[in-house]
């Protein structure tokens, strides 16, 4: 029996932050007549610092901070260290 892969949370590297987005393309299908899933680019980008990178870190669920926990499972807002000089 195969074992099921432990899922991973993507953090930011600089500030730890969870919320990380990547950008992915769509493509037509003529059959269906709507836009599939084309895939993902490997460039991503931290939502909260800014920071834009190929390679962010990945954690586990039971290395998750209490602040990123709390970004993921109650919808609060991640606290980005006040050392952390934010882009954009
Ligand atoms: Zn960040």
């Known amino acids: 029996m195969a074992e099921t892969p432990t899922p991973i949370h993507v953090v930011c590297p600089v500030c730890g932050s969870p919320d990380v ?3 992915a393309t769509a493509k037509w ?3 269906s007549q709507q836009w599939v899933h084309g895939g993902v680019q490997d460039e991503k980008t931290c ?3 800014g920071y ?3 390679s962010f870190d990945e ?3 039971a290395d998750l901070t209490p602040e990123q ?3 993921i499972y109650d919808g609060e807002d991640y606290p980005v ?3 952390i000089k934010v882009c954009g």
């Open 21 to 23: 987005t990547c950008d």
């Open 29 to 31: 299908d003529f059959e």
């Open 47 to 49: 939502q909260s610092c």
């Open 52 to 54: 834009e990178k190929h």
């Open 59 to 61: 954690v586990t669920d």
């Open 69 to 71: 926990r709390g970004f």
């Open 81 to 83: 260290p006040a050392t």
